[in-house]
C-alpha cells in the first residue's frame, strides 16, 4: 500500500473520473459471467458423489451468491444440470447446502425455489421406494425442506432462520386466537418432519461404533447442526403460543395440542441427549439440555419458569454483505459507473478539479501526454494485482494450513476415541473373564462337594443293600413258616400303604387346586375393580356434562325471566297508551271551553304519542333479540346434546376397536377364561343392547334428555369390548376347530358393534340404527359357550344356594339314618348270636356307632361354620346370591356332602353283611377309609374361604380328628374281629394222611397263586378307577377351568 500511495502521489493533476466509466457494461457482463462461473465451482465442490461433509467454505461462497444477485437463480441453473436422481450421496449434499440456503441465505431464496417445488415432491416421492441408505434419508430430508418453504411461505414474517423476538411472534398472530391456533398446528407439523429426519438419521447408524469420526459419519450427522437449530426455535415458539392458547381457550379443547406436545418433548429430549454426546458435535455445536419435564400449561405461571433453549455455535467471520463489499471494493473501480459524491469530493481534493476546463484535455490540465498516463495507471494497477494476488496466496495458504491442522486435529481425535473404545472393551472383556473365572471356580466347588456327596450316597446305597439282603434272608426264612397268615398281613398292609398314599396324594392335589382358584379368584376381583374405576371415571365425566347442562338450562331460565320483564313493560307501556287516550278524550271534551289551547294540546299530544310508539318499538327489538338469543342457546344445548352422545359412542368404539386388536396381540395367547363366564358376559351384552334400544326411542322421542343414552352407549362397548376379549381367550382353552369357529364369530361380533356405532354417530341415521345383527352375533357366541360348559355345570345358578341346604340335610338324614340301622343291627345281634362272635359284633357295631356321632358332630360344625362364611362374605347379598357369586366353592361343598351321605350308607351295608356273616371284614374297612377321605374333603372345601381364628373352625378341625380316631378304632376293632373268627375256624390236621395232606397243600399253593393273580389285576383296576375318578371329580368341580384361569 506504500507504494501505491506513493505511485499516486507522483501523480501532479487528477485522473480524469471518465476513466472509471469506459467500457461499463462490458465490465458488468464480465463480474456477471465471473460471478456464475464462480458460484458453479463452488456449487459442485460443495455437492458432489464423495461420502464426506460438505465443506463451510464452499457453502458460504454460495450463501454469499445468493445476498449478492438478491435471489436463487444461479444456485438452481447450476443445480438443475446436477443428476440428483441418480445418486443418493450427490441429492443428500444438495438437501444439505438448500437447508442453508433457505436459513442463510437472502429471504428471496424461498420466493424462487417455490419454482421447483414440484420437482423436489417428485424426487421425495421416487427416493422414498428405497427402504434403507440414503435413498430413505433424502425423501425425508425432501419431505422436510417442502414443508418448510411452504411453512415460510404462508407465514412470511417468520425469516428462514427463525429468529424472532416476542413481540414479532405476537404480531405474526395478529392478535387473532384462530390464528394462533393454525400457527402451533402447522409448527407442529415442522417440528415432526425435523424429528423425522433426526430419527432417520440415528436409526441409519451403528451407534456401537465410533461413527462420528469417520467421514461417512460425519456426511450423514452435518445436516443435523441446521435441524437443531430449527428444532430448539421451534419448541421455544411451540412452549409460548400453548401458553398464550391455553389463556384464551379451554383446557379441554387443546388436550390434542398436549398429547402432541408431549410426545414431540420426549422425543427431542432424547435427541437432543444423544447427539450431546457424539463427538463430531462437541467442536462444532453447543446443543442446550431440555428440562426433566414438560412444561405445564394448565398452571400460567409456569411461563415464567420457561427458559428458551439457546444453541451456541463458533461466531463466523463476518456476514454475508460485508463479505460481499470487501469483495467489490477495489482502489481503481472500474466496474462501477457511478460513485457516491463524498468519494467523488474526496478524489478532487487529492487530484484536483477539472471542472473550469475540458475534462479529455489531458495536455493542458499537466503537461503531460496520454500515453504517458495511461502507462502509469497500468503500472499501478498492475502493481495492485501483484499485491492482490500475493494477498491471495497468502491467505490460501493459511487456508491451506489450517485445513491441515484442522485434518490433523480429527485424525488425533479420531485416534483417541479409537483408543478409548479399545479401552473400554479391554476392560469389558477383563470383567467378562474375571466372572468366567468365578464360575469355574464355583463350577468346581460344585462338583467337589457333588463328588463327595455321591460318594456318601454310594456307602449308604451299600449299606441299604446289605441291609436288604439280610431283611430279604429274614423274610425267605418268615414266609417258609408262616407262608398263609403273611401272605394276608402283607397284603393288607400294602393296601393300607397305597390308600394312605393315594389320600395324600389326593390331599395334595386338592390344595394345589384350592390355591389356584383363589389365585383365580383374586385375578378376577382385580379386574372387576380396574372395569368400576374406569366406570367411574365415566360417570364423573358424565356428572360433568350434566353441571354444563344445568348451567345452559339456567341460562335459558334466566332469559326467559327476563322476555318475561320485557313484556310486563309492554303491558305498562300499552296502560300508559290507555290513560293517553282516556286523557285525550277529555281534552277533546273541553275542547270547546278551551279552543285556544287546541293547538298546544294537540301538539304535545301527538309528540307524547310518537315517543311511545318508538318506545315499543324499542321494546319489540329488545324481545326480538331475547328470542333469537333464546334460539341460539336452543342449538348449542342440542349440540352439546349431541357432542357428549357422539363422545360416548366415540368411546365406546375406541374400547371395541382395542379389544379386537388384543385378539391379534402375540401377548394375548397366554390368557385364557372359562365358557361359563363368556356365557355371562354374552348375557350382559344382550341385556344391555335391549336398553339401548329403550334408551334410543326414549331419545328420538324427547331429545332433551340424553344421559341415559349416554350411559348405556358407554356399558355396552365396555361389555361387548369384555364379550371380545373373554371369546378370544376362551378360544385358547378349546380344540382347534370350535377355536376358529369361536374366533370368527367374536371377530364378527366387534365388526357388528363397530358398525352400529358408526350409524349411531350420524344423526341421521340414527333412528335406522338397528342392533339385530349385534344381537344375532351375541347369541350366536352364547350358543358356542354354553356347548363348551363342562358337564357337570347343567344346575342353574340360581337353584345352587337351596341344593347347599338341601345336600347338607340330606347328609345328616343319611348320618342319622346309618346310625339307627346300625343300633337295631346291634340289638338282633345281641339277641341271635352267642360267643365270640357275639362279642366281635358287638364290638363293631360299638365303634361304628362312635364313627357315625363323630360324622354328625363334624357335620353339624360344618354347617355352623358355613353359616359363618356367608354371613361374613355375602356383605348387603341374599345367602342365596352369595352361593351363586361363589360357585365352585358351593359345588365343592355338595360334592363333599353327597361323598359323605354315600359312605355312611355303604358301611352301614357292609356291617349288616359282616354281622350276618356274609360280608366280608376288608369291605368295612374300606369303607371307614373312604368316610374318612369323604369328611376330609367336607373340612377342606368349608375351611378355605373361614377365617382361621374362627371358633367354628377349631371345633370343626377338632370334629375332624375325632372322625379320623373313630375310624381308626372301626379298623382295629375289624381286625381283632377278624383275627378272633380266624382262630376258632383254625384247621385240625391230625385225623389227615400224607396223600390227604398233600392234595390239601397242592390246593393251598393254586389257591395262592389264583389269588396273587387276582390281587394284582384288582391293584391295577384300582388305580385306573381312581385315575377316572379324579377325571370326572375335577370336570365336575371346575378344578381344569380353575387351573387355566389362573394361568
Known sequence: MDRVKSSMQQV????????????????LELEKENFERGQAVSINKAINTQEVAVKEKHARTCILGTHHE???????????????????????????????????????????????????????????????????????????????????????????????????????????????????????????????????????????????????????????????????????????????????????????????????????KSLFYRSSNLQYFKRLIQIPQLPENPPNFLRASALSEHISPVVVIPAESSSPESEHVVETDDLVDTDVPVLPAALETKFDDLFGTSAAIDPFNFNSQNGMRKDDKDRLIEQLTREIQALKDELESFRLESGRLCQALRGR???????????????????????????????????????????????????????????YTKLKEKYSELVQSHADLLRKNAEVTRQMTVARAAQDEVEAVR??????????????????????????????????????????KTSMVSSQQSSEVLSTQLVS??????????????????LVVRGEELERVQSSLAAERESGVKTAEALQNQLNEKESRE???????????????QGAVEEAEKIIQDSLAQIDDPAHISCTS?????????????????????????????????????????????????????????????????????????????????????????????????????????????????KLRPRGLELQQGELGDLVEQEMAATSAAVESAAARIEEMLNTSRAVD????????????????????????????????????????????????????????????????????????????????????????????????EIAASTAQLVAASKVKADKDSANLHRLQQASRGVTQATAAVVASTKSGKSQIEETDTMDFSSMTLTQIKRQEMNAQVLVLELEARLQRERERLGELRKKHYELAGVAEGWEEGEDGTG
Not at 95 to 120: E, Q, T, W, Y
Not at 631 to 645: G, P
Open 70 to 268: 438478491k435471489g436463487a437463480h444461479t444456485f438452481w441453473a447450476a443445480v438443475n444440470r446436477l443428476p440428483l436422481s441418480s445418486n443418493a450421496v450427490l441429492c443428500w449434499k444438495f438437501c444439505h447446502v438448500f437447508h442453508k440456503l433457505l436459513r442463510d441465505g437472502h429471504p428471496n431464496v424461498i420466493k424462487d425455489s417455490m419454482r421447483n417445488k414440484a420437482d423436489l415432491t417428485d424426487m421425495s416421492r421416487m427416493w422414498g421406494h428405497l427402504s434403507e441408505g440414503y435413498g430413505k434419508l433424502c425423501s425425508i430430508y425432501l419431505k422436510l425442506l417442502i414443508t418448510k418453504m411452504e411453512f415460510h411461505i404462508k407465514n412470511p414474517r417468520f425469516p428462514g432462520n427463525l429468529q424472532m423476538s416476542n413481540r414479532q411472534l405476537d404480531e405474526a398472530g395478529e392478535n387473532d386466537v384462530n390464528n394462533f391456533f393454525q400457527l402451533t398446528v402447522e409448527m407442529f407439523d415442522y417440528l415432526e418432519c425435523e424429528l423425522n429426519l433426526f430419527l432417520g438419521v440415528f436409526s441409519s447408524l451403528d451407534m456401537s461404533r465410533s461413527v462420528s469420526v469417520t467421514a461417512a459419519g460425519q456426511c450423514r450427522l452435518a445436516p443435523l447442526i441446521q435441524v437443531i437449530l430449527d428444532c430448539s426455535h421451534l419448541y421455544d415458539y411451540t412452549v409460548k403460543l400453548l401458553f398464550k392458547l391455553h389463556s384464551c381457550l379451554p383446557a379441554d379443547t387443546l388436550q390434542g395440542h398436549r398429547d402432541r406436545f408431549q410426545e414431540q418433548f420426549k422425543k427431542l
Open 674 to 786: 372359562s365358557a361359563d363366564y363368556l356365557a355371562s358376559r354374552c348375557q350382559a351384552s344382550l341385556d344391555c343392547m335391549d336398553r339401548l334400544h329403550s334408551a334410543t326411542e326414549a331419545f328420538l322421542a324427547d331429545n332433551t334428555d340424553v344421559s341415559e343414552l349416554v350411559r348405556v352407549v358407554t356399558q355396552c362397548g365396555h361389555l361387548v369390548g369384555d364379550t371380545v376379549v373373554q371369546g378370544s381367550a376362551t378360544s385358547h382353552m378349546v380344540p382347534v376347530e370350535q377355536a376358529d369357529a369361536l374366533s370368527e364369530s367374536v371377530k364378527a361380533c366387534g365388526a357388528e358393534a363397530l358398525a352400529l356405532l358408526g350409524q349411531m354417530k350420524q344423526q341421521d341415521d340414527l333412528a335406522a340404527a338397528d342392533n339385530g345383527k349385534l344381537k344375532a352375533a351375541l347369541e350366536a357366541i352364547r350358543a358356542t359357550a354354553e
Open 631 to 645: 334460539q341460539a342457546l336452543e342449538s348449542q344445548l342440542v349440540a352439546a346434546r349431541w357432542s357428549s352422545l
Open 511 to 552: 390344595k394345589e387346586m384350592q390355591e389356584k382358584v383363589k389365585a383365580a379368584q383374586e385375578t378376577a376381583d382385580r379386574q372387576e375393580k380396574d372395569q368400576l374405576e374406569q366406570l367411574q371415571e365415566l360417570q364423573r365425566e358424565l356428572v360433568s356434562s350434566r353441571v354444563e347442562l344445568d348451567s345452559l
Open 573 to 590: 307501556l300499552e296502560s300508559e297508551k290507555a290513560e293517553l287516550v282516556q286523557s285525550l278524550s277529555k281534552v277533546e271534551a273541553e
Open 409 to 467: 486435529v480429527s485424525e488425533l481425535e479420531a485416534e483417541l476415541a479409537e483408543q478409548s473404545h479399545l479401552r473400554l472393551q479391554a476392560a469389558g472383556e477383563s470383567e467378562f473373564l474375571k466372572a468366567e473365572l468365578d464360575d469355574l471356580r464355583r463350577v468346581r466347588e460344585d462338583t467337589e462337594k457333588e463328588q463327595r456327596s455321591l460318594t456318601e450316597i454310594e456307602k449308604k446305597a451299600q449299606a441299604n443293600e446289605q441291609r
Open 834 to 929: 352267642t360267643g365270640v362272635k357275639m362279642e366281635v359284633n358287638e364290638r363293631i357295631l360299638a365303634s361304628c356307632t362312635e364313627l357315625m356321632q363323630a360324622i354328625k358332630e363334624l357335620v353339624l360344625s360344618s354347617k355352623h361354620l358355613q353359616r359363618d362364611i356367608v354371613e361374613s362374605g355375602r356383605g348387603a347379598a341374599t345367602m342365596k346370591e352369595f352361593y351363586v357369586k361363589n360357585s365352585r366353592w358351593t359345588e365343592g361343598l355338595i360334592s363333599a356332602s353327597k361323598a359323605v351321605g354315600w359312605g355312611a350308607t355303604v358301611m352301614v351295608d357292609a356291617a349288616d353283611l359282616v354281622v350276618q356273616g356274609k360280608g366280608k371284614f376288608e369291605e368295612l374297612m374300606v369303607c371307614s377309609h
Open 12 to 27: 501532479p493533476n487528477a485522473i480524469p473520473k471518465v476513466i472509471r466509466r469506459t467500457g461499463g457494461a462490458n465490465s
